[in-house]
């Protein structure tokens, strides 16, 4: 049977539950993804997945699309990314067409929108996204987004939309353990047809701590390395490449790389970060911040506090007792501090 996908923006039928990697890192996000698909009535119709770029969100989403129109095509299902609805919204404005607009997005019965983070201070594009979904969320319809961090950390969202967010069900995205890298890679060996062994894709993955695109990057260049020089994937050839990514990726760190890197991942301001707020995604983030530089640099106590506004030696003393405490309590922020921490290390 033909599957009828939206003529706003579509499905990519390529993305199928089926072929996403699953490891300890995306297990409760794929279990819940899928669950969503089995009952379009159940007690919760929004969900709210959030990670890092290359994790697996959008595969998600057009893997809950898909398996939604195959089991009932009649199903109104939209994907669209947070850019397009925005861009939708202003044309309709100056077409005088808004309502139409609005019909068409509080008509469907599953929206999946991809990167709402884009909607940082849009404040009228906020406005619309709001109503619309109100309007879905009072009819029981599905609502699946996708962020680069948890609703709360997301900066220019006004707070009763943050509310909405806060609906369903929040779950996150971690970047994949060494099992799930060498699965991945394996994986997209296959697919591509490269001559990969478990020994070679263990190598790579070791070596590797970031996502599914730098992992599928990193393969291809080796490949084509393979195929420039005609000879097979070895360890050799895979530790050469390697070494030449890495030496391109190393970086020179100091205060403010580490500032820029911990800010941008939380969608906040350095000003912000060195200020003195005491917002719960603000106090953390910088605790984060303070943490790395005083792992990954030769700083004193002193000159990180003073590099936050002033601070005490003792703020940073206690800035990295807590990431202590937040690894032994497995919270989410830890494993926030190890992804930065692992990407500026690399």
Not at 134 to 155: D, G, M, W
Request: net charge positive.
């Amino acid at each position: 049977m033909k599957i009828k996908l939206s003529t706003y923006t579509g499905i990519n039928q390529k993305y199928q539950f089926h072929n996403f990697i699953e490891g300890k890192s995306n297990q409760l996000a794929l279990y819940v993804s899928y669950r969503f698909t089995n009952n379009l009535k159940n007690f919760y119709n929004l969900l709210f997945l959030y990670g890092k770029s290359g994790l697996g969100k959008t595969h998600l989403l057009h893997a809950i699309g898909n398996k939604i129109l195959i089991e009932d095509y009649r199903k109104k299902v939209i994907y669209v990314h947070s850019e397009n609805f925005i861009q939708n919204m202003i044309n309709s404005l100056k077409n005088n067409s808004i309502e139409k607009f609005k019909n068409y997005y509080r008509s469907i019965d599953v929206l999946l929108i991809d990167d709402i983070q884009f909607f940082s201070n849009k404040k009228r594009s906020q406005e619309e996204l709001f109503n619309t979904l109100n309007t879905l969320f009072e009819k029981r319809q599905k609502i699946v987004i996708t962020a680069n961090c948890y609703p709360s950390y997301i900066s220019g969202i006004n707070e009763c939309l943050k509310s909405r967010f806060k609906w369903g069900l929040t779950i996150s995205i971690n970047p994949p353990e060494l099992n799930t890298r060498i699965n991945i890679l394996l994986h997209k060996a296959l697919e591509n047809k490269i001559n990969l062994t478990y020994e070679i894709a263990k190598f790579i993955a070791r070596k590797s701590y970031s996502n599914v695109r730098e992992l599928e990057g990193i393969l291809k260049k080796i490949h084509i390395a393979s195929l420039f020089n005609k000879e097979k994937i070895t360890i050799h050839l895979a530790k050469k490449i390697l070494n030449k990514l890495m030496k391109y990726k190393k970086k020179n760190i100091d205060i403010l790389s580490i500032q820029k890197t911990v800010s941008k991942y939380f969608n906040i301001t350095i000003s912000d970060m060195i200020s003195k707020k005491r917002s719960q995604s603000i106090v953390q983030s910088r605790q984060i911040a303070m943490t790395l530089i005083k792992k990954l640099t030769k700083y004193s106590l002193s000159d990180i506090g003073i590099a936050f506004g002033k601070k005490n030696h003792t703020t940073v003393l206690y800035a990295c007792k807590k990431i202590n405490q937040f690894k032994k309590q497995k919270k989410q922020i830890y494993y926030d501090f190890l992804y930065l921490f692992n990407q500026l290390n690399s």
